[in-house]
């Protein structure tokens, strides 16, 4: 079998090989997260366990993702992305394989831990892998594919699991990623291949010697302490002593780091590339965008459901229309812009993403739930149409030795953009709510009895919520049109040298 892919390999046909693996693992390690989150309730009731500590199954597993991309995408650069990806695949799938077989709730953290560790290594190099397999001209094209495959997860992940939740039990779902797990590592071992170690890394005798362990504990110190802190934000309060020396903390560490990367012969991420105009203004535009959008999928089941009182499929139904939009809108955005170049579509996709956003601050207790769809398809195109060519210019500037840690880099942008929406966002409803006299809660809105009566006490609770949802979507508006801004003035895309 290694013989025939060997020589498929050296044909055209590759690099559609590479996607098959590269496209199938994003899609599983989207859907994981998905479907652990409709999983969740099963899973506390089987092992007795309350909501906030049951979701630490999730936040382990987006934490140890966060905090261990940028090392991860470094290695891949010294090692080669081949070794790195696959063994990934491996400890991913021994993750799921321990889930499957958990009967206790502390095994389950730890395998969520070790699902996270498999799925930083392999998303820190799954679009590094698509763009150095597509021919340069094809770059573009190549990643939108990439985002093509999560958008596609984020859609079926839910309707995949919740099916297999309900007919065969929770346990079924890491059985089905295990399966797929082992599939993906006979496919990687046999068809990919290490197309790009840089020169000084080949030269470098002292191989994995020459890693830069301390810049990587100090980036997931930082990356940790910031994510934890602002998860509990909106939770303790922005004046908790702990949520306040967290992020003191992670000030202090990121300082700590910024030193050590500028002194070091070899750095985890070359701070250089920050003085590269199309590099810092992309990632710059790249996290006020994630972080304008995200509050919108987190507060948007709180709204469908406990104010407009429909239920959790039909808002599910509701909202798909993104992921949905982001699916279609990636290849098609990707493909364009490796003809007209990536800034001003990068520019059009933003100022979908600013419209979406503006129509959700016009949401009102009594609004349509198809004007969340409006936004929602909005926000999606707008993801869709930016994703690809925003990514596609920054790579560019860096360089193919450099993919590892540079497409690292671009992932934890976003997951960094998103929980500070989230946090910021949800920050704003707490706001709201507390200045109309209400417990700072949300679970206070999730208590709410919807076959009820409504009184005027409970209509009050239900504005002081939309008020706080306009304030942070005005707010949202306000970031992602300064990334409108922030790309139109970035000079024109540079290639790599």
């Excluded at 630490?56 to 995408?73: Q, R």
């Excluded at 150095?132 to 094809?138: D, K, L, T, V, W």
């Excluded at 362990?213 to 602002?230: E, K, R, Y």
């Excluded at 579509?345 to 979406?356: E, F, K, P, Q, S």
Aim: hydrophobic fraction near 50%; proline fraction near 3%; charged fraction near 10%.
């Amino acid at each position: 079998m290694v013989n025939i892919f060997g020589n498929i390999t050296a044909k055209s046909s590759y690099k559609w090989l590479v996607y098959s693996s590269v496209g199938m693992a994003a899609f599983v390690t989207v859907s994981d997260q998905t479907g652990t989150t409709l999983a969740l309730p099963r899973i506390g009731h089987e092992f007795n366990t309350d909501i906030p500590t049951v979701q630490w199954m999730y936040l382990v597993y987006t934490l140890f993702i966060s905090a261990l991309l940028l090392p991860m995408g470094k290695l891949s650069d010294i090692l080669g992305r081949r070794r790195i990806y696959t063994l990934g695949l491996v400890v991913f799938s021994i993750g799921a394989v321990m889930a499957y077989f958990g009967h206790q709730f502390q095994s389950l953290l730890v395998a969520k831990s070790i699902q996270g560790i498999g799925a930083a290594m392999i998303q820190a190099n799954g679009m590094a892998l698509m763009a150095e397999s597509f021919p340069e001209r094809q770059r573009a094209s190549a990643i939108g594919l990439y985002m093509a495959a999560i958008g596609t997860g984020a859609v079926m992940g839910p309707v995949i699991g919740g099916l297999m939740i309900d007919t065969w039990g929770w346990r079924s779902m890491y059985l089905g990623i295990a399966t797929i797990g082992m599939f993906e590592i006979l496919l990687s071992v046999c068809v990919i291949r290490d197309l790009a170690i840089s020169a000084k890394n080949r030269r470098d005798s002292k191989g994995i010697k020459s890693f830069d362990w301390a810049g990587a504990v100090l980036s997931a110190g930082v990356l940790s302490l910031l994510l934890v802190s602002l998860t509990y934000s909106y939770r303790l309060g922005w004046s908790s002593p702990l949520v306040v020396t967290g992020l003191c903390a992670s000030v202090l560490i990121l300082m700590g780091f910024i030193l050590r990367e500028l002194r070091c012969e070899d750095p985890m991420i070359d701070l250089a590339l920050f003085k590269i105009p199309v590099f810092s203004l992309g990632i710059a535009a790249r996290f006020l965008a994630f972080m304008s959008g995200s509050p919108a999928y987190f507060l948007m089941p709180f709204y469908l459901v406990q104010i407009l009182g429909i239920t959790e499929a039909k808002a599910a139904l509701f909202l798909a229309p993104a992921s949905v939009m982001m699916a279609v809108a990636s290849p098609l955005s990707g493909k364009l812009s490796d003809r007209w170049g990536t800034k001003w579509l990068a520019v059009i996709g933003l100022l979908y993403w600013t419209l979406g956003v503006i129509i959700f601050t016009r949401l009102e207790v009594d609004s349509s739930p198809i004007l969340v769809s409006v936004g929602m398809i909005l926000l999606g195109a707008g993801n869709g149409t930016f994703g690809a060519p925003n990514t596609t210019a920054v790579m560019n500037v860096a360089g193919q030795h450099r993919y590892g840690v540079v497409s690292a880099l671009v992932n934890m942008v976003r997951t960094s953009g998103n929980l500070s929406g989230i946090a910021v966002g949800t920050t704003m409803v707490v706001l709201s709510m507390t200045s109309m006299g209400f417990d700072p809660d949300l679970s206070t809105l999730m208590n709410m009895d919807m076959g009820t009566t409504l009184t005027q006490d409970r209509i009050e609770l239900m504005e002081s919520f939309v008020q706080g949802i306009k304030w942070a979507f005005t707010l949202g508006a306000c970031l992602v049109g300064t990334a409108v801004v922030l790309t139109v003035f970035r000079p024109d895309e540079q290639r790599e040298g």
